[in-house]
């Protein structure tokens, strides 16, 4: 009888560990799926916000593309901190080294050749 006892424990405790590793299993797999829904979902905001920008673009800035363009890298550019110069004639592109003793390295525009 003891043997048969000890034997029914094994199978039971047996079964307990199969049961929590599937458990386990079925957890991960509903958290993977979960989390692969969600980079679907940003994907396709993340396009449908593209095109909208786009046809805004076309329909509203047709003549103004480049005036678009230099809006959105002023904007990117200044949620990363960066620092203009500004002059009289718009932005100067200057280098600010930032090394507490006031550098500035001005960067001279590129003058093209015709030949």
């Known amino acids: 009888m003891e043997r048969q006892a000890a034997i029914k424990r094994a199978e ?3 079964q307990s560990a ?11 797999k509903t958290v993977a799926e979960a989390e692969a829904s969600k980079i679907k ?3 396709a905001a993340d396009a449908n916000r593209i095109e909208v920008v786009n046809r805004a673009a076309q329909e509203y ?3 103004n593309a480049i005036t678009l ?3 959105e890298v002023t904007q990117e550019a200044m949620q990363e901190n960066t620092k203009f110069v500004i002059v009289e004639k718009g ?3 200057t280098l600010v080294l930032d090394g507490g003793n ?4 001005p960067i001279k525009p590129k003058i093209s050749k015709m030949t």
């Open 12 to 14: 039971g405790s047996k």
């Open 18 to 28: 199969i049961l929590e590793a599937e458990g386990r299993a079925n957890a991960i």
């Open 41 to 43: 979902l940003i994907a």
């Open 61 to 63: 800035f047709k003549e």
């Open 69 to 71: 363009k230099q809006l």
């Open 91 to 93: 932005t100067n592109p």
């Open 102 to 105: 006031g550098n500035t390295l």
